[in-house]
């Protein structure tokens, strides 16, 4: 049920000054109202928003009692004609708060609020609705099936009262009280599942339903998560494919990472590698920890860009780009934010979530000791009906993931199911899917939530258009996505119900994966010479590899949270989050990617189009110093770097493959 990435966490991590100000900060002096139907909403501090909260039942039988303070914002249309509408938007993970994601979902909805409402709710168990804290689950270094088990025993009762049934009845209930006519209805990745439980439930009040990054309530074999593993390899595949340098290699991606992977089954070793953050980190380098970076798909641009040529390094005997992605995937799988915070992130009601409604391999009305026994039963099976079900990791290695990537057995120590709570993914059998407009939006590498799993989720709504972004990754209507086709084909189907012409999904360019590593300069491929280069060989090269240092950063920068990072091989780097203009911009210092050169100076860089220009001083191990400047285009593949300055004296004019 987890089907979220670092992606989430880093937005967390961007909005959560600000949502705990929402949480603790003094509330003005005169507080200004505003009566929206039946609710009387307050100025949210800090955001130019109103604010209401509903108390709700925890418990809607009235079997447990109790209730749970449910918090949303509420954004009125800015023009002063009619309202067509109201537009919600609603979170993913599960854990996260849709109001720690506002920025994102605003720009998503912002040509439109001329005349539509926007309503944000944090999902009981969220933000501000009650945030569960669930000890030591929240504070663990690591998640563990114990301290899950030990998260439901704590919350008694209570357990299946957070699940996404309640939820959905919570926002049908805000909506009431604000009075909202007929809603269009945005979720993203766990965003999807709770979206379809509503349109179940509530389909009277829906217009429409965007899913973005979508995977059905149920299906055959859906416990299993058998898509999983056949994206993940189409994923690497593709790309390598439409990449010249990585095609140009015998065999596809797979087959350029089988011997790293044979040598990590043979010699597993302790490792270390520092994450995007700058963090040292001490693992196990074996081959669950590959399956963590392959399937975990954290951090995504880095992931993807660099596996093949890191898998390929560490066969040749350079371990250190593979152990920093292991490290970096270590880091990233945990969506908890450093400060552990409940209300940016709350593990309890992600497993809380995942253990109620998500389809098990095992009859969650078993008490944990005979659930155990039916998980081994269930994963012997398995391992026998679909031996390759995982690969070209074992089922054992895929076992090794975090539970909550893994999916198979999170719940195996979880209390036994309460029968009045029956679990979301049934009631779409029992109620049927409502005749409602629906758009599907699914990323062509998008390992989390396939484009299967896309296709299943639309296939249970009579009217459902799937729209596949090619070379795209998780959830593509918001910010930072490859391109910005999926919110310009959300935004159509919200005015028109109808999605027209989506020719912008097949134009996403392929993305442009990482350049062999290399230790030495001396194996580096030189810059290609244009009139007016001086520079000689030595001096191509060195250009070349200080442009692929530069490059080197590109994947970690969106990825990045806490300001700082350090190069490959040394050096430290700077990043400032990307302002309205969507561009990062980076300042490294004495950065290392091969291990005889230093490479320090500035590099801008916009996520979207993969344009970027970079600033570089380097100074190589024989004494030769530089000035590199670079700039390149969007584009594919084979988009091209123009590099200008002066090598070791003499004047460089030269391109390269762009990073």
Not at 330 to 347: E, G, I, N, W
Not at 384 to 406: I, K, N, Q, S
Not at 408 to 424: F, M, Q, S, T, Y
Request: hydrophobic share 45%; net charge neutral.
């Amino acid at each position: 049920m987890t089907r979220e990435t670092a992606t989430r966490r880093r937005r967390a991590l961007r909005c959560a000054a600000l949502l705990l100000a929402l949480a603790s900060g003094p509330a003005p002096a005169a507080p200004a109202t505003l009566q929206v139907g039946g609710a009387l909403l307050m100025r949210c501090p800090g955001v130019d928003a109103w604010c209401g909260r509903l108390e709700r039942p925890l418990d809607a039988t009235g079997r447990v009692p109790g209730t749970v303070a449910v918090v949303y914002e509420y954004y009125p249309a800015r023009g002063p004609g009619p309202r067509r509408g109201t537009l919600v938007a609603t979170e993913g993970g599960p854990g996260y708060p849709t109001t720690g994601s506002r920025a994102e979902y605003l720009a998503l909805f912002a040509p439109l609020r001329v005349d539509h409402d926007v309503v944000l709710m944090d999902n009981r168990g969220t933000g501000r609705s009650g945030a569960l804290d669930c000890e030591p689950l929240q504070d663990a270094p690591t998640l563990t099936l114990e301290d899950i088990g030990a998260c439901g025993a704590s919350l008694g009762a209570r357990a299946p009262l957070y699940g996404t049934s309640d939820a959905a009845d919570d926002l049908e209930a805000v909506l009431e009280a604000l009075g909202a006519g007929p809603i269009d209805l945005y979720g993203d990745s766990y965003g999807t599942f709770f979206a379809q439980v509503y349109a179940v439930r509530h389909p009277g009040r829906l217009r429409s339903l965007i899913l973005d990054g979508a995977y059905p309530l149920d299906g055959p074999d859906l416990a299993w998560y058998p898509e999983y593993a056949p994206a993940m390899r189409a994923k690497f595949e593709r790309a390598c494919e439409r990449s010249p340098a990585c095609a140009a290699e015998p065999g596809g991606a797979l087959a350029h990472m089988a011997p790293a992977l044979a040598q990590l089954r043979a010699r597993p070793r302790t490792a270390r590698g520092t994450d995007v953050d700058g963090v040292a980190r001490r693992f196990r380098a074996d081959a669950g920890a590959l399956a963590t970076v392959l399937f975990g798909a954290a951090p995504p641009y880095a992931t993807l860009r660099e596996a093949d040529a890191a898998a390929r390094a560490f066969a040749g005997g350079d371990p250190r780009p593979l152990h920093r992605l292991m490290a970096e995937a270590l880091a990233a799988v945990d969506s908890r934010d450093p400060s552990h915070a409940p209300a940016l992130f709350s593990a309890g009601l992600a497993a809380a979530v995942t253990c109620q409604d998500a389809p098990q391999i095992f009859d969650m009305g078993l008490a944990p000791p005979a659930r155990l026994v039916a998980r081994d039963r269930a994963l012997a099976a398995r391992r026998a009906a679909v031996p390759d079900g995982y690969a070209p990791f074992t089922l054992e290695e895929y076992r090794t993931l975090p539970p909550d990537y893994a999916f198979i057995e999170e719940c195996v120590l979880w209390p036994a199911a309460d029968p009045a709570h029956p679990p979301a993914y049934r009631i779409g059998a029992t109620r049927g899917f409502p005749d409602v407009p629906v758009l599907v939006l699914s990323g062509e590498l998008d390992n989390i939530t396939t484009v299967a799993d896309g296709a299943a989720a639309a296939a249970q709504f009579r009217h459902a258009r799937q729209v596949v972004l090619a070379n795209s990754l998780h959830v593509n209507a918001l910010p930072h996505a490859r391109s910005d086709c999926g919110a310009l084909l959300a935004r159509r189907f919200i005015e028109r119900l109808d999605v027209g012409d989506a020719a912008c999904a097949q134009a996403v360019p392929p993305l442009r994966l990482a350049p062999p590593f290399a230790r030495r300069t001396e194996a580096v491929p030189p810059a290609t010479a244009l009139a007016g280069n001086a520079a000689d060989a030595a001096g191509l090269r060195l250009a070349a590899a200080a442009l692929a240092t530069a490059g080197d950063l590109l994947g970690r920068l969106a990825a990045n949270a806490s300001g700082h990072g350090v190069g490959l091989r040394g050096g430290r780097f700077v990043v400032r989050a990307a302002g309205a203009d969507g561009v990062l911009h980076a300042e490294f210092w004495q950065v290392r990617w091969t291990e005889d050169l230093e490479v320090s100076g500035t590099l801008e860089f916009r996520p979207g189009p993969d344009a970027g220009a970079a600033e570089l001083r380097l100074r190589a191990a024989g004494g030769a110093t530089g000035v590199v400047h670079a700039a390149w285009p969007a584009g594919g593949a084979e988009a091209r770097a123009h590099l200008t300055g002066r090598i070791a004296g003499r004047a460089l004019e030269a391109e390269v493959p762009a990073p």
